[in-house]
């Protein structure tokens, strides 16, 4: 994965695979993503995180209220996971926007791990 090449899909599978559940605030939420520029027609995916199952990628809605939008340009989401940029420059452009309970926006970095080559965090959400 790129900034030359993005792909929303496999954005979203390698999110789905770093996140720190132990690090979320409740622990049974919804996250649904919306990339704006995605390059395909889906553009809205929701992570639906369980107690004691996987968490699950879903590419329809899977009818569940919905606990953190995070509305981002796919450009934005993939520099901030990659560590090109950071979560809290992309968010300050507003480029990232986090709509809905505070506690997760709040702790974005924490449950949000980056991919491996990013490093560490720098930043809060």
């Known amino acids: 994965m790129s900034l030359q090449c993005l792909d929303a899909r496999m954005l979203m599978w390698n999110i789905r695979r770093k996140l720190d559940r132990s690090a979320l605030p409740i622990s049974k939420c919804v996250i649904q993503f919306t990339l704006n520029d995605a390059p395909n027609a889906q553009v809205n995916y929701w992570l639906v995180v369980k107690p004691g199952l996987e ?10 209220n919905v606990d953190l939008f995070i509305i981002s340009e796919l450009r934005a989401m993939t520099s901030a996971w990659m560590g090109h940029s950071s979560f809290a420059t992309e968010i300050g ?28 965090a720098d930043e809060a959400a």
């Open 55 to 64: 968490t699950d990628l879903c590419f329809q809605d899977p009818g569940d």
């Open 93 to 120: 452009k507003d480029a990232i926007a986090l709509v809905g309970h505070s506690g997760m926006a709040r702790s974005l970095t924490k449950w949000l791990i980056r991919s491996r080559f990013a490093g560490p």
